[in-house]
């Protein structure tokens, strides 16, 4: 009912969470955590929480007739301006739920875009989001065209009801296809803005090619960003609340030994990422798609760290990055809640590295290990390049172990050990003759 969406936004307003969980997927105590730590990003004040099991999704109302009457009671009780569902629905099931419940229905991916709305701060954020917020809303004009501008604006974009405010109504026209047309025409648009930035962003990759790139991905608040800082003085902001950064930082980091990679953080991920939001962040997210290692950063002082880390891992595998070297990161070790919860996740990450980007536990210890991944097998070379040429002599000095050097007429000959990965990189340097030693 359009009455109740004069605005999609839950800031400040009273909530009631419902999560209807097929019996089948039951796998927590508390399926609504997440759900609840979304809506308080939003600004909204959690007043109830229903939970119900169901055996197969009601086609109407998602939750059944009853149980909707039900909620209807609750939001008189506790006076709530807002129901929030754990669940995507269907246009249709948000207007029959509405009519039932008689307040504003909002459903899971709504919420994440209209949290990433009030984050955006950089035009392509704001693109990013505005393309997201107007995909997900093209189906659903059947119910609220009439608040378009309440729904693009949140982002700072230009909004699809501005637009349609400019006396192009033709004699005749229903209201909603001229709406449908200019949202059309607007998302046409973003996708050309944003393919314009996406181009700059992949140049700018491949500009790094030849050098080891390290992306951070994982759970949004598992401390990604505070990482980012303590490994390479970035400056990103930090603060304790979900999706706080959008926008992708890289920096160089300083393994030791005049060696130095690439590394750069991500926008966090949630169980159940809108597919609108992976597909407009493409660029964003095209950092971990192209990096050589994973820093999969696990926040260990939630206890729910073992389905976040999982979550992560469907997102990583959704954009076809999940065969990926990956480092898994224990973070927060130091504030661990449940201490049988740490155990089991070191037992099934044996390989992984127990962190806290805060106070600096271990990082040294990470740094050595991507150090090791870094170099790879370490391989004797023989190289012959010109006794003049001082980039080959000095990049060897820095990044091989010298073990022989003789010179004759204009030739030097090295014999070294270099890591495996480095050869690309070495390869570089021309004219130059590489011969493998060791086998």
Known sequence: MEKFRENIAVRR????LVGAILKQEADSDDELAELTALAESAGAIVVDKVQQKIASIHPATYIGRGKAEM?????KRNKADVVIFDNDLSPAQVRE???VIEAKVVDRSELILDILASRAQTKQAKLQVDLAQLEYTYPRLTRMWSHLDTVTGAAGGPSAGAVGAIGTRGTGEKQLEIDRRLVSKRITELKKEIADIDKRIVREIETRRGLFKICLVGYTNAGKSTLMNALTDAGVYVEDRLFATLDTKTRQWAL???KKVLISDTVGFVRNLPHQLVASFKATLEEAINADLLLHVVDVSNLDA???AQNAKKVLDEIKCGDKQTLILLNKADVVRSQSQFEFLQTI???????SAKTGMNLD??????LQIYMGRMLLMRITASAGDGKIQSYLKSNATIQKQDYDDNTVVMEVWLGKNQLPELQRYKPIQIEQLDE
């Open 349 to 355: 990450y044996p390989e992984a590295i127990s962190i």
């Open 256 to 258: 030791g030994g005049g």
């Open 13 to 16: 307003e009273k909530a009631i």
């Open 306 to 308: 073992h389905s976040q």
């Open 97 to 99: 739920l509405e009519e």
């Open 71 to 75: 909620i209807k009671q609750r939001v």
């Open 365 to 370: 210890l990470l740094k050595e290990k991507v």
